[in-house]
């Protein structure tokens, strides 16, 4: 057998051997490190995820409770108003075997002018009620000249939107005639109303639509809806309208004996 003799190690093969084990450590102190670090830097990602969640499902718990309590508060509103609100049940229709097509009928008179109604279009629906907001279309004629003076369905300019006319019905908002002619008329149906002297414009006329003093008018109505709130003025209001338009005024309830004043009080 060969037996091969190690010869005597130079101190430069030394330092290598050092150089290249702490070379080793090194790296391996660095992998290590690194995979300590990823180790930790993952950790602290998940952390931070975790609260973006949790700081996300607050903000949910936080609005879905708001939606809840806006909710609540709307439902609180509507109960009040509908206790507030007086009601008429549309169920209780009773239609009237008189109301025919194409006859004339007296609605109201006094001693200085007079309202007639004639259906052109039976209605069968409610009738409305003093202090009720009803929606309607109109046109308004001179009885003489047969001169159109208004009509909701045309267009007052380019781009406004074609509305149908509102008021309150039966507490002098329009004139006398309008307050007797929509009173008797029912849910739908279409009527010629015609008014004179105090039921119209009275004594004083309307400049602005052409309508002379005393002038006999013509409109034609579609009543189109009913609302079911009821407001009635209150005592103030009565007497400062009257006041206001003496021609306008509807007297209920014996108020009009308060108003015997020569000038307004206030």
Request: glycine content about 8%.
């Amino acid at each position: 057998k060969e037996t091969r003799v190690k010869g005597p190690r130079t101190p430069g093969a030394k330092k290598l051997q050092m150089s290249s084990r702490k070379r080793n450590r090194e790296e391996e102190e660095s992998e290590s490190e690194s995979d300590s670090s990823s180790s930790s830097d993952s950790v602290e990602q998940k952390k931070k995820k975790k609260s973006k969640q949790k700081k996300k499902d607050k903000k949910k718990k936080k609005k879905k409770s708001k939606d809840k309590k806006k909710e609540k508060k709307k439902k609180k509103k509507r109960k009040k108003d509908k206790k507030k609100e007086i009601t008429v049940s549309e169920a209780k229709v009773v239609l009237d075997p008189n109301e025919k097509v194409g006859f004339p009928k007296l609605i109201a008179q006094d001693s200085s002018g007079m309202c007639e109604k004639k259906i052109i279009k039976l209605g069968h629906g409610r009738r409305p009620v003093k202090g009720q907001e009803v929606m309607l279309h109109c046109k308004g004629f001179l009885m003489k000249s047969r001169k159109k003076f208004w009509d909701t369905r045309v267009k007052k300019a380019e781009g406004v939107k074609v509305k149908p006319y509102k008021f309150r019905v039966g507490v002098g908002k329009v004139i006398k005639g309008w307050d007797s002619g929509v009173l008797s008329m029912r849910l739908g149906e279409v009527a010629r109303i015609v008014v004179s002297g105090s039921f119209g414009y009275g004594v004083k006329g309307n400049l602005k639509w052409g309508i002379p003093p005393n002038c006999d008018l013509e409109f034609e109505m579609e009543l189109l809806n009913i609302a079911n709130e009821i407001v009635l003025p209150d005592k103030y209001e009565l007497m400062k309208q009257k006041v206001a338009n003496k021609h306008t005024f509807i007297d209920r309830d014996g108020i009009g004996s308060m108003l015997s004043f020569r000038s307004a009080p206030f």
